[in-house]
């Protein structure tokens, strides 16, 4: 949790309420919006879990094709389809055996694969494809999205009793509108992951504080990054990227 900067209560509060879900072995749902650090959280709470010695397996249910997804879960058998690997593949969930699988935009995850993956939570059991044997697995899963899961659920675009299965224990991660007070130390950790020292004018600093910053923490990264390569020890609001912080022009 120390890789986790701010000092903002939002943040602090989110971080001390990780640290006790750290300690349970119950599912974990982190709720908030694209790059916040919702990985880092997961990564967080598995090393300071009691199976910080075992795996710590991410996967990106929205980057992965449908058609591959259930292979990566579950693995397959050698034969299982065309193109498999000879030898077969193991899957993430036995790959995180005694440790922690991070399902990451599971609200991306197919209907029809959300039925086997309860299946799996349920009976902690997995089958690869091909094969008719069980497997026994012991994972802690910590899932992770940027919508809203109730709605989808009415939607009947995901499964009501895979949101209760995964919602046990909910952690909300404040976007960084919320916390723009850890703006300034964000900023240091990653001029110092970068190895350069950059001050800021007065305007330049309070466009910085202002800005809305939709993209959150990923976005700030992405801009310090910019400056960076201007090559410049002072920022001016000019240096700033236009396509961050010019006010759109009213017609």
Request: net charge negative.
């Amino acid at each position: 949790f120390t890789d986790i900067v701010g000092v903002s209560s939002r943040i602090r509060e989110s971080v001390m309420v990780a640290e006790r879900m750290a300690k349970s072995d119950s599912s974990v749902l982190i709720i908030g919006e694209s790059g916040t650090g919702k990985e880092v959280f997961a990564q967080s709470i598995h090393n300071a879990s009691a199976r910080s010695k075992r795996n710590f397996v991410a996967l990106n249910c929205a980057a992965i094709p449908e058609h591959l997804l259930e292979s990566e879960l579950f693995g397959y058998e050698e034969g299982a389809f065309t193109g498999a690997r000879k030898g077969g593949k193991i899957g993430y969930f036995e790959l995180a055996h005694q440790g922690t699988i991070f399902l990451d935009e599971i609200g991306e995850m197919p209907l029809a694969l959300q039925s086997k993956l309860l299946r799996v939570l349920e009976e902690k059991t997995v089958t690869r494809i091909g094969s008719a044997k069980l497997i026994d697995i012991d994972v802690r899963v910590i899932a992770a999205t940027n919508k809203n899961l109730l709605e989808l659920v009415e939607a009947k675009e995901f499964r009501e009793d895979l949101y209760y299965r995964i919602n046990v224990l909910p952690l909300d991660i404040p976007p960084l509108r919320e916390r723009k007070e850890d703006i300034p130390f964000l900023m240091d950790v990653f001029m110092a992951a970068m190895g350069k020292e950059m001050t800021f004018s007065d305007e330049a600093s309070k466009r910085l504080h202002s800005h809305c910053w939709k993209g959150n923490i990923r976005e700030l990264k992405n801009v310090i990054e910019y400056l960076e390569s201007l090559g410049k020890l002072r920022i001016e609001a000019g240096d700033l990227p236009a396509s961050v912080f010019t006010v759109p022009v009213q017609r």
